[in-house]
């Protein structure tokens, strides 16, 4: 809140510097210049809407959208963080807006019919201004990279082509006769105004040469019409001006008497339309201010500018206008001409307000082929940019996908296309995802094994026979489209591998699972019961193993549902050694000989459970051989945080890294139970060397061999990993 005050207080000293000293002519100048162009592409944009039956209307129409286009022209203006940003009514609502009035001039007979596309406009307006100011006020801004870039490309390409069609629409039902000369001329001049425009496009002119030429084109009809003895009068009769409108101002006053008079039946119909503009407008104003901080290479708040455009759009709603946003040209054109100024937005705000005040007499002097012109020029621009400037930055696949949305919006209609669109969309991200190979890493035994450090003969044994235990470790969502990668991958081990006893399924890393792949989960089943192998399933979240409870009712004796894959791989290799005849090791992994050579340098101790035969950062107390027991490998990271390593049982030997490297302990081992251990203290050890050389190396061999063995084991998991 303290923010939002201090953004304030900074805003109305920039309005306050603005419209003072030596900065006022610019300011005035550069916000006339704006309140014009986006006075005349505001009134294109409602003789759009207000076209057809209702065409006797479209006085109220344009004042309508003059009023709305300064309201969210101010209030974006002022409450925007980056000065000089520039809103107005859009352009693809508007499209849609003419589909929706078409519809309903067409149910509903009489002036009913307009207050009802204004109620139309108003309603959806108000619905776009708490849109986005929620978006805003739970920062949902990144909500629009969720919907594929083709779908959205596909339905501004389709306004595009509303657009161009209700231009060269404009351009011929204005006049009494479009295939008599004069209807002719106002055609072709309209395709000129607009191939001129799309000529500057393409070469990249300034901006200024828009409005010059729009002038020019304004200029040069008055100079020829009065040459050939047209004057206004009769231009206004021939159909060639905008107009002729009632005498007065163009102020519409507020949109409560439409909403009394509206037919909301008739609104409700077009609720799916409505519905796809407060889709399509928070997706195209969140492109369009991504546009804007590349172009001006700035670090916008998403939320701030949603909140911003979401009273804007209440306060077009409130005067019945349709709904709009940041103008892109408009802005980034302001920021090269240093008229990025709240000043300058306002001026041009006011500019529009006086427009309707004086429209009457001003608006008549517009040709009708500038207004149709514009809107050809626009919906070509639209075209071009998402089906030819797009092209290269897309797949094949996504652009035949965007060139089908349009087709079918032209063909068939507008709710259809987005329909076709979102359907393609869904079907294609599936096709795609199910490519996505849900097995990420396939190891056996011998590649990765638990956490359990384990007696030199144990880890031999489980090498040799380490091929018996497949491991699968998934990831993603596993739905019918991915679920038979799976089996695929078990049948293909199951023919290249003769002797399997268990399949662990790590799922530590699927993020879910659909009840058809559960389903698939049977036929694996069957080949474990058919095959002589049990299943284990690890790393289930609390979803997933409810999912799965009949599936573990109904496949209990061959089924083991472990916490996660080291809990797993410890059942499988426990399993595995109940195969392995004990020996006369006795539970050690130093050789018999080796053992009573070193008795007079080795001290037996008894731990008990809890206490630390190590603890990390302590300096070494020598090598521990573990003779009945169980200890846990802790490591303490500074955040106050432990993670367990791996568990020692009996047979195993520990502290020979910091013996031989003679630094402090890198970790702690804590007894989980009473254990028995031989100690080689540091000082028996330099006794061992100094006294016992052939002794001392031979258990310098053993060490080694236990390393190496550590290493290799390593080495065939990173293999096997990234192989």
């Known amino acids: 809140m303290r923010e939002r005050a201090v953004s304030a207080r900074s805003g109305m000293a920039e309005i306050a510097g603005d419209l003072t000293g030596s900065r006022l002519p610019a300011t005035v100048a550069i916000g006339l210049v704006f309140g014009f162009v986006n006075g005349l592409f505001s009134v294109a944009l409602m003789s759009l809407i207000f076209s057809g039956d209702l065409r006797d209307a479209l006085p109220l129409g344009i004042g309508v959208g003059l009023t709305a286009s300064a309201a969210l022209a101010l209030v974006i203006g002022t409450m925007s963080r980056f000065p000089g940003m520039y809103g107005g009514i859009q352009d693809n609502s508007a499209a849609i807006l003419t589909l929706a009035g078409a519809s309903i001039a067409t149910a509903v007979v009489g002036p009913d019919a307009v207050d009802s596309v204004i109620a139309m406009m108003a309603t959806v307006s108000l619905g776009a201004g708490v849109l986005f100011l929620v978006m805003g006020r739970f920062h949902l801004g990144e909500i629009a990279r969720y919907v594929p870039f083709p779908v959205v490309g596909g339905l501004l390409a389709g306004t595009g082509f509303l657009i161009l069609r209700g231009g060269f629409g404009l351009l011929q ?137 979401g009273w804007a759009n209440l306060a077009a709603g409130a005067l019945g206008g349709p709904p709009g946003f940041v103008y892109l040209s408009d802005t980034l054109f302001a920021h090269r001409l240093g008229g990025a100024r709240r000043g300058a937005v306002i001026v041009a705000s006011l500019s529009l307000v006086g427009l309707t005040l004086v429209g009457s007499t001003v608006l008549e002097f517009l040709p009708q082929f500038v207004i149709g012109g514009l809107l050809v020029f626009v919906g070509i621009d639209f075209l071009l940019d998402w089906l030819w400037r797009s092209r290269h930055r897309m797949s094949r696949l996504d652009y035949v996908l965007m060139v089908g949305i349009v087709a079918t919006i032209a063909t068939v209609g507008f709710l259809e296309g987005v329909a076709a669109g979102v359907g393609a969309a869904i079907v294609l991200f599936v096709y795609r995802y199910s490519r996505i190979d849900v097995v990420k890493h396939q190891l056996t035994a011998r590649e990765h094994r638990s956490n359990i450090e384990r007696p030199i003969h144990e880890s031999e044994y489980l090498n040799e026979v380490g091929e018996a235990v497949l491991i ?55 080949l474990a019961r058919e095959h002589g192998f049990q299943l284990v399933l690890s790393g289930l979240r609390p979803s997933a193993r409810a999912q799965f409870a009949q599936f573990a009712d109904t496949y209990g004796d061959i089924l083991v549902d472990a916490s996660d894959l080291d809990h797993g791989m410890a059942w499988c290799e426990d399993q595995l050694l109940q195969d392995l005849a004990v020996d006369d090791t ?138």
């Not at 159909?239 to 006053?253: A, H, I, R, S």
């Not at 470790?473 to 399997?500: M, P």
């Not at 993670?643 to 003679?662: N, Q």
């Open 173 to 309: 039902a204005n006049v009494d006769d479009p295939l008599a000369a004069d209807g002719v001329a106002v055609l072709w001049a309209g395709l000129a105004l607009a191939g001129a425009f799309l000529l500057a496009t393409l070469l990249h002119w300034s901006s200024r040469t828009y409005l010059l030429m729009l002038v020019s084109a304004i200029a040069a009809f008055h100079v020829i019409s009065r040459l050939a003895g047209v004057g206004q009068a009769a231009a206004l009769d021939r159909g060639w001006m905008l107009g002729p409108f009632p005498e007065g101002g163009l102020w519409p006053g507020l949109a409560v008497d439409a909403l009394a008079g509206a037919d909301w039946g008739a609104v409700a119909g077009e609720a799916a339309n409505l519905g796809t503009i407060l889709v399509l407008a928070p997706l195209t104003f969140l492109l369009y201010l991504s546009a804007v901080e590349v172009g001006t290479n700035s670090d916008l708040d998403t939320s701030a500018e949603l909140r911003a455009t």
């Open 472 to 526: 699968l470790e998934l990831q993603g969502f596993i739905f019918f489209g991915t679920a038979n990668q799976i089996v695929d991958t078990v049948k293909r081990h199951l023919q290249s591998s003769g002797n399997v006893r268990h399949i662990v399924f790590d799922f530590r890393l699927v993020t879910g699972v659909d009840s058809s792949a559960v389903a698939l989960f049977e036929r694996i089943a069957a």
């Open 586 to 723: 006795g539970g050690r992994s130093l050789p018999e000989d080796l053992t009573m050579r070193l008795g007079a340098f080795l001290r037996a101790r008894t731990i008990d459970a809890g206490e630390h035969l190590m603890t990390q950062g302590d300096p070494t107390p020598g090598i521990f051989l573990i003779t009945s027991g169980r200890a846990t490998v802790l490591l303490h990271h500074r955040d106050g945080t432990t993670v367990r390593l791996r568990t020692l049982r009996e047979g195993t030997v520990l502290g020979e890294i910091g013996l031989y490297m003679g630094e402090p302990c890198t970790a702690s081992v804590v007894a989980d139970t009473v254990c028995k251990v031989l100690h080689l203290t540091p000082d028996a050890f330099n006794d061992l060397c100094q006294n016992d050389p052939s002794t001392a190396a031979d258990l310098h061999a053993f060490v080694a061999r236990t390393l190496a063995a550590r290493v290799s084991h390593a080495n065939r998991t990173i293999q096997a990993l990234h192989g």
